[in-house]
C-alpha cells in the first residue's frame, strides 16, 4: 500500500522568502507519479507540479519547484519568492498503476506580508 | 471549457438520512473520482468510475455508493448519514482512467450532518 507522510502540519513564510515543504512516501511500485496540490482557503484544489518517478531531473513551475530523492522516498516542494496568494494548504500525492491517488494530511502554509 | 461542478455546495441534514450528490466533469472527461476531506482523516478516496462503471472502491461502508451516468456525470449517495459523515466532498474527473492523467478538482460539497 502506499502511504504518504507531510510532517509538517503548519508553516509561515515572509513575502518574497523561500519556503520548502516536506514529503516522504511508500510504494512497492516501480513506475509512480508524485504531485503537490493547492488548496485555498475556501476555493477548490489545483495542480502545482508533478513528477515522473523514471524522470531524474526535477520538476519546475515557474515559482515552485521539487526536490525528487528517489532513494530517500522524499519529495519536497520549494517555493520561491513566497507571495500573498501562495497562502494554501498544500498537500503531497502519490498515484501509480490504477490505484487511487494518495494524498498526505497536508501543510497549512501562510505567507505574512 | 468549464470546470467540474458539484451541486449542491452546502448540505445540511440529520442523523439517518439519506443524501445525494452530483458531479458534472469537464466535458470530454470519463473519468470521476470522490474524496472525503475531513480534517482529521484528510483526503480519503471513495471511488472512481469510467465510463459507467465502478473500478476503484475505497475504505468506506456500503453506505457509500455512486454511479455514473452515460454522459459521465456521478452521483454519490450516503445512506443513513452519521455524524462522523460530515466532511467536505470532493470529485475529480480526468479524460480517462490511470496513472498518466491529470485529476481536476471540483469546489467540493459541504455536508454538515446534525
Known amino acids: 500500500a502506499q502511504t504518504v507522510t507531510q510532517s509538517q502540519p503548519e508553516m509561515s513564510v515572509q513575502e518574497a522568502e523561500t519556503v520548502t515543504l516536506s514529503c516522504t512516501y511508500d510504494?512497492?511500485?516501480?513506475?509512480?507519479?508524485l504531485f503537490w496540490y493547492k488548496q485555498p482557503p475556501s476555493r477548490q484544489m489545483i495542480l502545482v507540479i508533478r513528477?515522473?518517478?523514471?524522470?531524474?531531473q526535477n520538476a519546475t513551475e515557474n515559482r515552485f519547484s521539487v526536490n525528487f530523492q528517489k532513494a530517500a522516498k522524499s519529495f519536497s516542494l520549494k517555493i520561491s519568492d513566497s507571495q500573498l496568494g501562495d497562502t494554501a494548504m498544500y498537500f503531497c500525492?502519490?498515484?501509480?498503476?490504477?490505484?487511487?491517488?494518495?494524498f498526505g494530511k497536508g501543510t497549512r502554509l501562510s505567507v505574512i506580508a | 471549457k468549464a470546470g467540474v461542478t458539484q451541486t449542491p455546495r452546502y448540505l445540511i441534514k440529520t442523523r439517518g438520512q439519506q443524501v445525494t450528490l452530483s458531479c458534472s466533469p469537464i466535458?470530454?472527461?470519463?473519468?470521476v473520482s470522490w474524496y472525503q476531506q475531513t480534517p482529521g482523516q484528510g483526503l480519503q478516496f471513495l471511488f472512481e468510475?469510467?465510463?459507467?462503471?465502478?473500478?476503484n472502491k475505497g475504505n468506506f461502508p456500503g453506505r457509500f455508493s455512486g454511479r455514473q451516468f452515460s454522459n459521465s456525470r456521478s452521483e454519490m449517495n450516503v445512506s443513513t448519514l452519521e455524524l462522523g459523515d460530515s466532511a467536505l466532498y470532493l470529485c475529480?474527473?480526468?479524460?480517462?482512467?490511470?496513472?498518466?492523467?491529470?485529476?481536476?478538482f471540483g469546489p467540493g460539497t459541504r455536508l454538515t450532518v446534525l
Open positions: 500525492a502519490s498515484l501509480s498503476g490504477n490505484t487511487p491517488l494518495v
Open positions: 475529480a474527473s480526468s479524460p480517462t482512467s490511470g496513472a498518466y492523467n491529470e485529476q481536476f
Open positions: 466535458s470530454g472527461h470519463r473519468s
Open positions: 513528477q515522473e518517478a523514471y524522470k531524474q
Open positions: 468510475y469510467f465510463s459507467e462503471t465502478q473500478r
Open positions: 510504494t512497492s511500485e516501480s513506475n509512480y507519479y
